[in-house]
Every structure is written in structure tokens, then in C-alpha cells.
């Protein structure tokens, strides 16, 4: 698999030990605001697929229920009104390609917050369109193989209309059109596979090859940077780092 897949998944993995639990709190709270607000107002994860994603992605992270509720409340009431997603795009130290989505209720600041990251770690902040081109926007749903082999998984999920797997240890991720990551996690879900994640992702469509330890350290730190940032929802790269230096 790719540094850049293989990251993601220790990332994930890690999870809230890596982010204080009020933090991570705050921007699951402030991912199923802004859910709500792109479904219309639909508050009824049934009805809203983006709102179960993030639902589910709360629940995973131990949120209590009182807290989903009320981000529920606050995205159909009027305090929800300045709540809008910001999308930044640039290279990161030694020239690899990066996207941040972010949710703010202030725009200037957040702006002003992740180009100061930007300016200080070695990236170059860019314009609307820079790099884009070079990401695909994707389901993906990461799975447990459970004794399954590769090619199991990927047979089950082709044939609910999966694109592409990729192995990841003991997961696997599977690769969807982003219309179809919901049929193909209940697909999955009926064959009894175990889902560990599901969630609309930018895939890069090339890897950025980084092959010395201080370029790869200075890549994740600066990453790490990003997605440490209060306002941060989620940092795609194109970076493809050794399985023996990311460990």
C-alpha cells in the first residue's frame, strides 16, 4: 500500500490519543452541524447520509448522545448560521501536494491560522484549483479482513459496485464513487463484514515519492500540524513515504 494510505490508516488508528478529547469533540460536533446545514436541515440521519457518516464517526470516537443531539439542535437554529466549510489548497515541505477542509464560523481567522502553518513549516499556500486536479474525490470504507482474503473483499464489494481495494494489514479500504459509498457499506454490511470507517475522501490520482528520513519527518509533522488544527475536519496528501520510515 501507499505511505500516503498507510498514514492515514495510523492516523486513524491513533485516533482521539492524539487529540484532546474536548478538541475532537469539537469537530465531530462542528462535522455533523455542517451535515446538517448541506442536508437541507435534515436532521434525520435516515435521511441524510452525510449526517450518519458523521454520526457514526462521533459514536466511534465515544461522543455521548447528548452531545450529537445538540449539534443536531444548533445546526437547525440560528446559531448555526455562520457554521461554512473552507477548503485550502498547497504543497507541503519538499513539494508534495495538500488539501485541508475546514469548518469555521470565522473565515478570516481560520484563514489567517492555517497560512501561518503554512509559512512557518515550509509549505506554500496555494489558490483555489492548484492542486485539486491532482485529487480525485472518492467513497472509501475501511474494513476488517476478519480472515478474508483480499480478493474475498474485493469480490463482495464489486459486486455492489466498489471501484478498487487496496490492502492495508489487517483492513482493507475500499474505494467507491462517492454517489455510491452508501450502497456498497450496506452491501458490505449485509455479507457480515466488519466496517471500521466510511467517509468521502480525496484520493490522489499520483503519489508524491518521498524516500529520506528528514523530508518524511518534516511531510508528517507538517501534516500532523494541519490536522491538529481546531477547525481542521480532514487533511489529504500525496505524499508516498517507505513503510520503513513512517515506522
Given at each position: 500500500?501507499?505511505?500516503?494510505s498507510k498514514?492515514?490508516?495510523?492516523?486513524?488508528?491513533k485516533?482521539?490519543?492524539?487529540?484532546k478529547?474536548?478538541?475532537l469533540?469539537?469537530?465531530?460536533?462542528?462535522?455533523?452541524t455542517?451535515?446538517?446545514?448541506?442536508g437541507?436541515g435534515?436532521?434525520d440521519?435516515?435521511l441524510?447520509?452525510?449526517?450518519?457518516?458523521?454520526?457514526?464517526?462521533?459514536?466511534?470516537?465515544?461522543?455521548?448522545?447528548?452531545?450529537?443531539?445538540r449539534?443536531?439542535?444548533?445546526?437547525?437554529?440560528?446559531?448555526?448560521?455562520?457554521?461554512?466549510?473552507?477548503?485550502?489548497e498547497?504543497?507541503?515541505?519538499?513539494?508534495?501536494s495538500?488539501?485541508?477542509?475546514?469548518?469555521t464560523?470565522?473565515?478570516?481567522?481560520?484563514?489567517?491560522?492555517?497560512?501561518?502553518i503554512f509559512?512557518k513549516?515550509?509549505?506554500?499556500f496555494?489558490?483555489?484549483?492548484?492542486?485539486?486536479?491532482?485529487?480525485?474525490?472518492?467513497?472509501?470504507?475501511i474494513v476488517?479482513?476478519?480472515?478474508?482474503?483480499?480478493d474475498d473483499?474485493f469480490?463482495?464489494?464489486?459486486?455492489s459496485?466498489?471501484?478498487?481495494?487496496?490492502?492495508?494489514?489487517?483492513?482493507v479500504?475500499?474505494?467507491?464513487?462517492?454517489?455510491?459509498?452508501?450502497?456498497?457499506?450496506e452491501?458490505?454490511?449485509?455479507e457480515?463484514?466488519?466496517?471500521?470507517?466510511?467517509?468521502?475522501?480525496?484520493?490522489?490520482?499520483m503519489?508524491?515519492?518521498?524516500t529520506?528520513?528528514?523530508?518524511?519527518?518534516?511531510?508528517?509533522?507538517f501534516?500532523?500540524?494541519?490536522?491538529?488544527?481546531?477547525?481542521?475536519?480532514?487533511?489529504?496528501?500525496?505524499?508516498d513515504?517507505?513503510?520503513e520510515?513512517?515506522?
Open positions: 500500500m501507499s505511505g500516503h498514514w492515514s490508516t495510523i492516523k486513524r488508528q485516533g482521539a490519543a492524539d487529540t478529547r474536548s478538541q469533540f469539537t469537530k465531530l460536533s462542528n462535522a455533523i455542517l451535515a446538517v446545514r448541506q437541507g435534515v436532521g440521519p435516515a441524510n447520509f452525510r449526517l450518519r457518516l458523521a454520526i457514526e464517526a462521533a459514536k466511534a470516537s465515544n461522543m455521548p448522545k447528548d452531545n450529537i443531539e449539534a443536531i439542535t444548533r445546526a437547525q437554529g440560528a446559531s448555526a448560521s455562520d457554521m461554512q466549510e473552507v477548503v485550502y498547497g504543497f507541503g515541505p519538499g513539494g508534495f495538500i488539501i485541508v477542509q475546514a469548518v464560523d470565522n473565515k478570516l481567522r481560520t484563514n489567517a491560522e492555517i497560512r501561518n509559512d513549516h515550509g509549505g506554500s496555494g489558490v483555489p484549483g492548484s492542486v485539486s486536479y491532482q485529487f480525485a474525490q472518492k467513497g472509501s470504507i476488517s479482513r476478519r480472515g478474508k482474503t483480499v473483499i469480490l463482495l464489494a464489486a459486486d459496485g466498489a471501484e478498487d481495494v487496496e490492502e492495508a494489514g489487517e483492513e479500504i475500499i474505494y467507491t464513487r462517492p454517489e455510491e459509498l452508501g450502497i456498497v457499506r452491501a458490505l454490511q449485509k457480515g463484514i466488519e466496517l471500521r470507517e466510511a467517509k468521502l475522501i480525496r484520493k490522489p490520482l503519489l508524491f515519492p518521498i529520506d528520513a528528514a523530508t518524511a519527518n518534516k511531510a508528517l509533522s501534516t500532523s500540524l494541519l490536522e491538529d488544527h481546531q477547525d481542521v475536519q480532514e487533511v489529504f496528501t500525496n505524499f513515504i517507505p513503510d520510515l513512517l515506522e
